[in-house]
């Protein structure tokens, strides 16, 4: 009896090791996963800030300058591209990335819990 005790309990302690083992993993693989999708959204944010940016900056230092047609041309547009353009880009931006990191996520997810 006390084998089989012994036996029993060695096979309990090597099925808890090797599901904690696995949680482990699972664990850190879920965080590396969410770390990278972080890191890209924020990259992603960044390069539409600086290019919006950039793009809106060299509009009206051309626009400031000149005169006739270029600067109703100028006014017109400044209609259209309101001063607030870049942060509304951006906001359009990361709410975009928030959405497909939920629908990669939730496929994630699915494909996983099957």
Known sequence: MPLLAT??????GWLAGVLATQFAYSTALRI???TVWIVTAVAFIAAVFGCVSSLYSGMTAV????????????VGLGMFIP?????VLSCVAS??????L?????????????
């Open 7 to 12: 036996f029993i309990g060695n096979l309990a």
């Open 32 to 34: 590396a996963s969410y």
């Open 63 to 74: 626009g400031s300058g000149g005169g006739g047609w270029t600067s109703y041309m100028w």
């Open 83 to 87: 001063q607030n353009a870049q942060a």
């Open 95 to 100: 709410v975009w990335i928030a959405t497909s």
């Open 102 to 114: 939920w629908k990669i996520k939730r496929i994630g997810i699915e494909n996983f819990s099957k």
